[in-house]
């Protein structure tokens, strides 16, 4: 829960006195325009950023976040991208098959032990997507996760959340997957 939350950048104002309240093991979109504070809030809620007033309520402790940006080791193999994510998983024989089955469902298998450089943006995306699905969060936070994203692919995604007993808040410009995925919606103006 946020109560009156203010956060600005170099004199400018991004949130102002902003009161939400996430409601647990729901899925919460936030939307709004460009630049309209969507991210910070995200970071805001993942305790990656400092608010400058106001009160935050958290009553969790660990959170995936799917960044906009590209995440994944440099150099690395697919497969290896997942070993530094996932806690409490130190059989590599139960591991390997969590994450087969995750690359089967988001159509990535043959791509297991292809380097990250040769693959598509889309690709990187499904692969962060899978990050924060196998870490062992309370709350999964995801910025704009479906824009590299094809329907057929958005639809795949969109199924394996709605199956998750998480709280998921996921910002968004598209609508469509907003009014089909969200419990409850936050509009920042």
Known sequence: MLKNVCK???GKQVLKNLNIEI???KITCIVGKSGIGKTTLLSILANL???DSGEIINDTNKVSFVFQRDTLIPNARVFDNFKYIIDGIHDKKALERLVDEYLKKFEMFDKKYEYKENLSGGMIQRIKI???ILYQSDVLLLDE???ELDDGMKEIILTE???LNKTIIIS???LEIVKNIADD???LK
């Open 23 to 25: 409601k647990q093991n």
């Open 145 to 147: 996760p479906f824009k």
């Open 49 to 51: 950023e400092e608010i």
């Open 172 to 174: 968004s410009h598209d």
């Open 130 to 132: 899978i990050q924060a």
């Open 8 to 10: 600005g950048y170099n």
């Open 185 to 187: 919606v936050i509009e």
């Open 161 to 163: 959340l709605k199956k």
